[in-house]
């Protein structure tokens, strides 16, 4: 069991807040997830009640960005893990998306419905203008388009706001997930509708919402789970959804397993029930490892990697860092590529008999490489 009792205290915010900010990359060395880390960050204020990690993966393409987690870890080593995981998961999407941008993740271990009160978002907020030019950050699980209002006015290192900002990214990350599915099915059956498909859509939250619409409105039949049981009514009512209990939907009979919850959902332990041809979904790390991926390849189960096909939200938030600021146009236009970037690592993995998500890595680092040997 790893312990933050005595990090290395590195730097504390000027002023009168009652942060405490540590650099705890050395005790995060030692989980099997760290991944040469650049650094990473632990925030604590007992007065305000936050516990916070910022994990700052890779930088050469640019500052990191990516975007902030509220959720009740039950230990503080599953919190610098899930961290870990994240942020090297914005390190590939940012890459195989073209951005300018590193990858980072910042995790806040607390309840959302009760423990995220405006004294533990100000704490927050003197963090993240602590580290303002290594981290840029936004809504995620458990922080709100609100909660990022609410940091933006106190430090300028937050997008996907409405004041100034673009606004919720969930329905863009839904539609690249929805263009997404589209390009899979294309892979394994040939040009087609959606008519009739089924779809097992796991998590009903924003993202997983706004793509059932989608999916909905071109005629796919969808299958339903989520732990709030009004959301689920609500889609069973609204789509004509078929709802299933939240450990049962990997298991469904559909086309496609669509996971747009928390990630680990695909293990060793769930391969083997999975009904679907295809994983493709909003999730970020559905794999529990990262060599579930071959065991669904050796199934011939069609994995699209989620950090490509779900980077329709990091698009549409970085556009607001880009120079001349957000074109909704533009961001647009990036988001349709989704589906041909997909296209391209399924064609490459089908030619060399290799997993998708180590082609997406691969693809990832030879720009980042590419980053680092360009002359400073």
Same mark, same amino acid.
């Given at each position: ?8 205290? /590195? ?37 305000? *009640? ?8 890779? !930088? #050469? /393409?640019? %500052? ?26 914005? !390190? ?14 910042? +995790? ?12 533990? /978002? ?10 303002? *030019? ?11 388009? $609100? ?8 430090? %300028?290192?937050? !997008? ?8 919720? %990214?969930? =329905? ?16 394994? @059956? ?5 008519? *009739? +498909?089924?779809? #097992? +859509? ?15 409105? &071109?005629?796919?039949?969808?299958? +339903? ?5 009004? @959301?689920?009514? @609500?889609? $069973? ?5 078929? %709802? ?8 469904? &009979? #559909? ?33 529990? @490892? ?29 556009? &607001? ?17 989704? =589906? ?10 089908? $030619?060399? *008999? ?18 680092? #040997?360009?002359?400073?």
């Amino acid at each position: 069991m790893l312990h933050a009792t005595e990090p290395r205290k /590195l730097k504390v915010p000027a002023g009168k807040s009652t942060l405490v900010l540590d650099d705890i990359t050395e005790v995060a060395s030692k989980l099997q997830d760290f991944d040469q880390h650049e650094q990473v960050w632990l925030g604590r204020d007992a007065e305000r *009640g936050l516990t916070a990690i910022a994990a700052i993966h890779n !930088t #050469a /393409l640019g %500052p990191g960005l990516g975007g902030t987690r509220v959720w009740p870890h039950e230990s503080f080593e599953a919190a610098l893990t899930d961290a870990l995981r994240l942020s090297r998961g914005m !390190t590939y999407k940012s890459a195989v998306a073209g951005m300018p941008f590193g990858g980072a993740k910042a +995790v806040i271990v607390a309840d959302a419905k009760t423990d995220k009160t405006p004294e533990l /978002l100000s704490a927050y907020a003197d963090m993240l203008a602590a580290l303002e *030019g290594q981290f840029y950050t936004g809504e995620d699980v458990g922080l709100t388009v $609100a909660d990022a209002d609410f940091l933006r006015e106190r430090t %300028p290192n937050v !997008t996907g706001t409405t004041k100034g900002g673009s606004g919720n %990214p969930s =329905p863009v990350t839904a539609h690249g997930v929805f263009l997404g599915i589209k390009a899979a099915l294309k892979q394994q @059956r040939g040009p087609g509708d959606l008519v *009739g +498909v089924r779809i #097992a +859509v796991q998590g009903l939250g924003s993202v997983g919402w706004a793509l059932c619409e989608e999916l909905h409105g &071109e005629g796919a039949k969808l299958i +339903v789970a989520d732990i709030d049981a009004q @959301r689920v009514e @609500r889609a $069973a009512s609204e789509f004509g959804a078929t %709802p299933v209990a939240t450990d049962a939907i990997i298991a469904a &009979e #559909a086309d496609v397993f669509a996971p747009c919850a928390l990630g680990g959902v695909v293990s060793e332990a769930t391969i083997p029930t999975l009904k679907a041809a295809i994983v493709a979904g909003a999730a970020n790390n559905p794999l529990a @490892r990262h060599e579930d991926a071959r065991r669904l390849m050796e199934r011939g189960i069609l994995y699209a990697p989620d950090y490509v096909i779900n980077a329709g939200g990091l698009i549409n938030v970085a556009a &607001e860092l880009a120079p001349g600021g957000y074109d909704r146009a533009a961001t647009m236009t990036k988001v349709a590529a989704i =589906p041909v970037t997909l296209s391209a690592i399924f064609e490459r993995a089908q $030619a060399q *008999g290799r997993p998708t998500n180590d082609v997406a890595a691969e693809i990832a680092m030879e720009r980042i490489e590419k980053a680092k #040997a360009r002359p400073a």
